[in-house]
């Protein structure tokens, strides 16, 4: 019926749990192997740091994916499909940019480029097959708190704007990242920061934690993988840098934002069960 909320086709949601594999698969050699993707990984990326940021990217979306796929409603799951289209999109564009740094001899590199060839155009025929189900958004009933918006917002423009730098600018990236990065690498860095500048602004569009799940398991992990990865390799970067400060605070925005929204939704999930009696 038109007047109840439109729920999640099956086919998306499959496809959802299938990239989120095939992301968190990506995520491995990357982040237990950094020092060794010559031997593991599509291309070479040096230094190792650069490689467990981008790991930490991959499995950071993968946790948002699942945690979508695992939505009944479309108005609960949708929020994290801009982002995973953004991030996909313009890194199967930066792949071809720079085909040539990748190990197209190994069957590692060809299994990137079929992945990301294949899931724009997935996500976006999904997306509109979607758009057509029947149905109404569920009212919002679990608002943000005043701080929790303007760190959303401050994220978007942080991430936005770095993102873009990184991306359109490849060579001119000391200017606004801690540690060297290669053209490709550079990039690939600013594809997830962009992707993360689409989940932020669609988290704000939403505006309740329980249209959100997935966007927020993503800035929580991201925040802790991203952090974890700096104090491992901290002989990597500068720490007097003032790049590398306002990155740290831009993770621990992140991780604040999906810790509430972790700490908002848990309490009302247990209680579902007992105001459905």
């Keep these: 019926m038109a007047g109840e909320p439109g729920p999640v086709l099956p086919e998306l949601r499959w496809a959802l749990y299938i990239i989120g594999l095939l992301v968190f698969l990506v995520g491995i050699p990357l982040i237990l192997f950094a020092s060794r993707t010559d031997d593991y990984f599509a291309w070479t990326i040096h230094p190792p740091l650069t490689a467990a940021w981008l790991g930490g990217v991959y499995w950071a979306s993968c946790a948002g994916v699942w945690a979508a796929a695992r939505r009944t409603l479309w108005a609960d799951a949708r929020s994290i499909i801009p982002a995973a289209f953004t991030f996909t999109t313009l890194t199967t564009v930066a792949t071809f940019i720079h085909l040539g740094k990748f190990h197209t001899g190994s069957p590692r590199a060809w299994s990137w480029i079929a992945v990301y060839v294949l899931t724009p155009p997935v996500l976006a ?15 919002r009933l679990q608002p943000y708190a005043g701080w929790v918006r303007a760190l959303l917002v401050a994220q978007l423009m942080i991430s936005l704007g770095v993102g873009l730098a990184l991306y359109i600018a490849p060579h001119t990236s000391t200017d606004v990242w801690p540690w060297t990065l290669t053209p490709l690498t550079a990039r690939a860095v600013g594809a997830g ?3 993360l500048a689409v989940a932020s602004t669609w988290a704000l569009k939403e505006a309740d934690w329980e249209r959100v799940g997935g966007p927020a398991i993503s800035f929580l992990a991201f925040g802790i993988l991203q952090l974890i990865a700096l104090v491992h390799y901290h002989d ?4 007097s840098d003032w790049e590398l400060w306002i990155l740290i605070a831009l ?16 309490p009302a999930h247990a209680a579902a069960p ?4």
């Design 125 to 139: 025929i999904l997306w509109f097959r979607q758009q057509r189900v029947a149905g109404t958004d569920p009212p």
């Design 193 to 195: 920061l962009l992707g």
């Design 236 to 239: 990597t970067v500068s720490w």
């Design 251 to 266: 993770l621990v925005s992140f991780l604040a934002v999906g810790a509430e929204g972790l700490r908002v939704r848990r």
């Design 274 to 277: 007992v105001a459905a009696d």
